[in-house]
Structure formats: structure tokens, C-alpha cells
């Protein structure tokens, strides 16, 4: 196959952006694609692995997750070639670029797995930050636009997962004793379960 372009060769673009910007958010922007496409993989690893009580909650929650991070990283795709510039495509070259790292092979614990996301979500509202400031300064509008609507749903899903990771819930008594949770130290309910062995 002939190739057409190579691809860091610049093609222009119709909207009137210096190639001077261009070149340095389109930098910016096949680094974010990089890393959104590791949460991606790691939001469907974890959607297929989760499993326990609050299985189907977070099976769906991983879900919307990974689906919302395909749509921004293909705007973010998008957004790279009208800078006149071909994405990263091939993974192993996206691997290099990528600030988040893929989540080692094999199952952990769920509060791990939610940890994990957060903290790359974390990352990713971090850097998100630094290209917004850096498309300002060098007055590509749209970019700072596209990357601060994606910053706004990035810092939605943190706090998410966070509510996931809460100490608090249903299912405290599973993990609790009755004198951790409730201020007679349990003693009503011992009462009853007494009863209800007696009657047995
Ligand atoms: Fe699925």
C-alpha cells in the first residue's frame, strides 16, 4: 500500500488556525486520545470482572462509563484532523504517548478497581486542565471548548465513583457488626434473633 501522508505531516487546515497552534494541540490532543482509550479498555475490563451484590449497578455504571469516554475520544479524533494532523492510531504507539497506564492482567477487589478509576479520572481532569489553559493562551476557542465540556462530564464521573466508594449503605450490616452501627450496641437485635431461635 502507497501511503497518501506520513503521519506527523501537516496537511493545513480550513480554519484559519496557525500552524504553530495547530501543531501544539494537536500534541495535546493525541495525548488525551491515547489515555482515554486505556480508561476505555480498563472501564470494559472492569464491567465484565464486577461481580457481588451491586453487581448489576456497577456492570451498568462501567458501561455508561466506557461509552461516554468513546464518544469523547472520538470528538477529541475529530477535532485532531481538522488541526490538519493524522491521530495515533496503532495501540502500541498510543501506549507511548498515554500518561495512564493499563491496569495489570487478572481480577482485583472491586474498592481497587473503583480506586483505580478514579485516580485515572483524576489524572485525566488534571492534564485536561493544563491543555484547556494552553489552547486559551494560544486562542484555539473550539479546542479549550471541546476539552472544557469533556473536563465538566471527567470530573462528574470522579465524583461517581467516589459516592461508590462511600463508607456508608445498605449493605453495612454485611460487613459490620451490630454494635459498630447502632447506639444500644446491638442489644435489640440480639434480643431478637434470641427469640427467633427459641421459637425454632
Ligand atoms: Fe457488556
Given at each position: 500500500m502507497k501511503k497518501v501522508r506520513e503521519k506527523n505531516e501537516y496537511e493545513g487546515n480550513p480554519v484559519g488556525l496557525s500552524k504553530e497552534t495547530a501543531t501544539a494541540m494537536a500534541k495535546e490532543l493525541d495525548r488525551h486520545l491515547a489515555s482515554f482509550i486505556v480508561l476505555y479498555h480498563q472501564y470494559h475490563k472492569h464491567h465484565w470482572l464486577v461481580e457481588g451484590p451491586q453487581f448489576r449497578d456497577l456492570h451498568l455504571f462501567f458501561e455508561e462509563h466506557y461509552n461516554e469516554i468513546h464518544e469523547q475520544y472520538d470528538a477529541i479524533a475529530e477535532r485532531l484532523t481538522v488541526m490538519g494532523y493524522c491521530p495515533t492510531c496503532h495501540p502500541a504507539n498510543q501506549l507511548k504517548i498515554a500518561y495512564l497506564e493499563h491496569e495489570e492482567e487478572g481480577e482485583f477487589r472491586i474498592r481497587e478497581m473503583l480506586n483505580k478509576d478514579m485516580d485515572d479520572e483524576k489524572s485525566i481532569a488534571v492534564e485536561l486542565r493544563k491543555s484547556i489553559k494552553k489552547a486559551f493562551e494560544m486562542e484555539d476557542f473550539a479546542t479549550k471548548s471541546l476539552l472544557e465540556g469533556i473536563l465538566l462530564k471527567t470530573e462528574d464521573r470522579c465524583h461517581h465513583i467516589e459516592h461508590f466508594l462511600?463508607?456508608?449503605?445498605?449493605?453495612i450490616g454485611l460487613i459490620a457488626k451490630p454494635s459498630d452501627i447502632m447506639e444500644d450496641g446491638g442489644a435489640e437485635e440480639s434480643k431478637s434473633k434470641g427469640k427467633k431461635k427459641a421459637k425454632a
Open positions: 462511600g463508607e456508608d449503605g445498605l449493605s
